[in-house]
């Protein structure tokens, strides 16, 4: 009984110890999480290809999810967002991928410096109030990101004929 009493004791003097130190450990995670919450995609360059992988059956969902974001960005007030509106395309490759799914290609051009081309968060921040909405229809879509290529144009090509 004594011995269990002395192990106590040590325990209740560990405590606060162990305590600080795990709270620390979480003010120590909140810069980390709030800098990821802060993150925004951006790109360098005058122009950007970013392809992505949509599930063959959530096509349609997707394609909303897009018309929903260019509505947004063309009804804008501000200013970067109606150049990215002006900027940003998306075209449907016309054959699926091996797997099956769709891949859609953001053209994006030309880049609007520092201006954030997260789908979501603009989504959020111009349609608060469809936020969950808006999130469940393009996590059902979304498959994968395929690849990112980011520069600057060097020429421009001849018209093609007929054009």
Request: proline letters at 6%; zero cysteines; hydrophobic letters at 45%.
């Given at each position: 009984m ?8 040590g ?6 110890a ?7 450990a979480?003010?120590a995670a909140?810069?980390?999480?709030q800098?990821q919450a802060?993150?925004?995609l951006t ?6 290809l970013w392809t ?9 969902d997707f394609?909303k999810i897009?018309a ?8 804008s007030?501000?200013?970067e967002?109606?150049q990215?509106?002006a ?6 490759l016309?054959?699926p991928l ?6 859609y290609v ?5 880049v ?5 081309y997260t789908?979501?968060q603009n989504?959020?921040d111009m349609f608060?109030?469809?936020r969950q909405?808006?999130y469940e ?14 520069g600057n ?7 093609a004929?007929g054009r």
């Amino acid at each position: 009984m004594r011995l269990f009493g002395m192990l106590l004791a040590g325990a209740l003097v560990m405590l606060p110890a162990f305590s600080q130190g795990h709270a620390r450990a979480q003010e120590a995670a909140q810069p980390q999480q709030q800098q990821q919450a802060a993150a925004k995609l951006t790109f360098e360059g005058d122009t950007a290809l970013w392809t992505v992988a949509i599930k063959p059956d959530k096509t349609a969902d997707f394609e909303k999810i897009i018309a929903k974001l260019h509505e947004g960005l063309n009804k804008s007030e501000k200013a970067e967002q109606k150049q990215q509106a002006a900027g940003w395309k998306v075209m449907k490759l016309a054959k699926p991928l091996p797997d099956g799914n769709v891949a859609y290609v953001h053209i994006i051009n030309p880049v609007v410096p520092g201006a954030d081309y997260t789908v979501m968060q603009n989504l959020y921040d111009m349609f608060p109030e469809e936020r969950q909405a808006l999130y469940e229809l393009y996590r059902g879509a979304f498959a994968a990101n395929l690849s990112l290529a980011v520069g600057n144009m060097v020429g421009a090509a001849a018209p093609a004929p007929g054009r």
